[in-house]
Nanobody, 112 residues
Framework: QVQVVESGGGLVQPGGSLTLSCAAS????????ANWYRQAPGKQRELVAT???????YWIDSVKGRFTISRDNAKNSVYLQLDSLKPEDTAVYYC??????WGQGTQVTVSS
């Protein structure tokens, strides 16, 4: 079964950090591009970052310098390191690959 499963979300104070993980099964991340999206309440889902076989290829402007996307081919996983978090980063974060494969999402809440 082809699927991705996210983990690592939670509640964090402004300025804090989280690491989101996305584990794939049924296919190899090393051969595919992987994306992290997020959807805040009342807003459209937006692309946050992309990584392909060559490395990171895209970040949305609002997270540049704060978020890092990476992959571990041995673990068949992709990660999103979230640093210097702001309340406006609060959203459900989704992992996506193979265009149509989506995870269930993981909630990130940034609040004091």
């Amino acid at each position: 079964q082809v699927q991705v499963v996210e983990s690592g979300g939670g509640l964090v104070q402004p300025g804090g950090s989280l690491t989101l993980s996305c584990a794939a099964s049924g296919f190899r991340f090393s051969n595919q591009a992987a994306n992290w999206y997020r959807q805040a309440p009342g807003k459209q889902r937006e692309l946050v970052a992309t990584i392909d076989w060559s490395g990171p290829t895209y970040w949305i402007d609002s997270v540049k310098g704060r978020f890092t996307i990476s992959r571990d081919n041995a673990k068949n996983s992709v990660y999103l390191q979230l640093d210097s978090l702001k309340p406006e980063d609060t959203a459900v974060y989704y992992c996506n690959s193979l265009e149509t494969v989506w995870g269930q999402g993981t909630q990130v809440t940034v609040s004091s």
